[in-house]
C-alpha cells in the first residue's frame, strides 16, 4: 500500500492517520453491511415481501441462473433454515403473489419444483438492476490483484465468522 499525505489520493484519514489499519478495515466493513441492509429494507418494502421470502427468490433465481430449472421444497427449506410447514406456508404466499410456481420435477414424476417466475425475474431486475450496475462499476475498478485481495480478505472474514457460529462461545 502506498502512503499517502494530506491531499492526496481520497483524502481520506483513519483515527488522525493516513494509513488505514485493521480497526479501519472493520468499521468499512460495518457501513458496508448498514448500506447493505438498509438496501435490503428498501427492497422488502417496495416488493412488498419479507426477509425470508426474498431470501427463497433469490436463492430461486440463481438456481436458474446456473441451468437448474428449480428447487425442490426440502433443499429450498434446508437453505432458509426453515420447518417443511413453514415452507409450505412461504410457497403458498409467493405463488399466491406470482413470483413462484410449483412444477413437476424434471426427473421424479412424484416430485414438485419451485421455480421464480419470469415476472418475479422482471420485479427483481427493475428493482435491483441500477444498485447491481453500480455495484460492478465499483468491483470493475479493482485490478486483479486487489480484487484477488478482496476476495481473500472476505473469505477469511466468512470464515471467522462461521467459526464463531461453529462453537458458539466466541472463538
Known sequence: MTTRTAGEGAGYWY???????????????????????????????????????????????QAQQSGKPGLGSKELGARLGISSASMTTLIDRLSKSGHVERRPHPTDRRALIVAATGASNEEVRETLGAMHQRMMAAAATLSPQEALTVIEFLRRMSDAVDAVEEHGDGR
Not at 479501519?24 to 419479507?50: I, K, P
Request: charged fraction near 30%.
Open 15 to 61: 483515527g488522525g492517520r493516513a494509513e488505514p489499519g485493521s480497526v479501519d478495515v472493520l468499521n468499512a466493513l460495518r457501513d458496508y453491511r448498514a448500506s447493505e441492509a438498509a438496501m435490503r429494507r428498501r427492497t422488502r418494502s417496495s416488493m412488498g415481501m419479507g426477509e425470508t421470502d426474498l431470501l427463497a427468490l433469490r436463492y430461486l433465481l
